[in-house]
């Protein structure tokens, strides 16, 4: 299991994202070396809301993350998906093995 920390913007529905804001504890996927990997975001108590359009402090639990590691880097961007829609990105600020 891989933790990250970083800044996760979900894409407004005018965007082409989801017509709902998000939750902690949804599990969509992370974009890694053009792989989709399954993930939790977390960005408070379970089932808080996650606003569309803005951007929110977020840890990322990627179960599979560290066959990744070498992939995973601060300071770069992700995508997040489910399946293949895309519902935003995240920033990585720290990586916690």
Known sequence: MLRVKGKLILLTSQQGGME???FSGMS???CV???LIMCFIHTGDHGSLIERGRATDAIIELPYGEHYLEHIKP???YTIHYA????GDVLISDIAP
Do not use: A, V
């Not at 293949?84 to 519902?87: D, Q």
């Open 20 to 22: 709902r804001d998000g």
């Open 84 to 87: 293949s829609k895309l519902l």
């Open 75 to 77: 300071g770069c961007r």
């Open 28 to 30: 969509p996927s992370f």
């Open 33 to 35: 070396n053009g792989e």
